[in-house]
């Protein structure tokens, strides 16, 4: 009986542990960086994307990839197709049905109405779009965009200048 609690109490703090990216929804993450402004990044996805679905477990599960979302943006799951309204900016942004699926308004504003999927957009704390970046990302590819958005660096040096001076830390795991 005491090792079958000991057991259960290490696998309770190994999952204490365990280290997420706190998603919330599109009007949580606003509604949070209006008290406490924040860029927000959004994984637009739907449920039958399968770069989404790798997406999720290469990139978004890595550990220094989520420390760095934790602490410099509101993390935001975006179904591209769910159906519900979203009140934005003095806008309803509603579902569009088109034949057997169809699109989300909010989807199409922040894709600059060219939907892929995934699409990772970044928004500013003004809640204006920095840059849809359409396609599947790893880590490695992932973690420089997050520091040049999330560090401000794309307000003062160009993107090549940023790449050429960027190392990725040396605790970035690859899947």
């Not at 599109?26 to 509604?31: G, I, K, L, Q």
């Not at 799951?77 to 009140?87: G, L, P, R, V």
Request: charged share 25%.
């Amino acid at each position: 009986m005491r090792k079958l609690l000991f057991t259960l109490f290490i696998f309770s703090v190994f999952l204490s542990n365990a280290q997420e990216i706190e998603w919330m929804t599109f009007e949580e993450a606003v509604a949070k960086s209006e008290n406490a402004p924040r860029k927000l990044l959004i994984d637009i996805y739907t449920d039958w994307c399968g770069w989404c679905k790798k997406m999720d477990k290469a990139t978004y599960e890595n550990p220094v990839i989520i420390d760095y979302i934790n602490k410099n943006f509101y993390a935001v799951k975006f179904n591209a197709e769910q159906t519900a309204s979203i009140d934005f900016s003095d806008h309803t942004f509603k579902f569009l049905p088109n034949g057997k699926r169809g699109v989300h308004e909010l989807a199409l504003a922040l894709t600059n109405n060219k939907p892929s999927y995934p699409t990772t957009v970044f928004m500013d704390e003004e809640f204006r779009i920095i840059q849809p970046l359409p396609g599947y990302m790893d880590a490695k590819a992932m973690d420089p965009i997050l520091k040049y958005i999330g560090g401000n660096k794309f307000k003062d040096t160009s993107w090549d200048n940023f790449q050429k001076s960027y190392k990725s830390p040396a605790n970035l795991q690859l899947n």
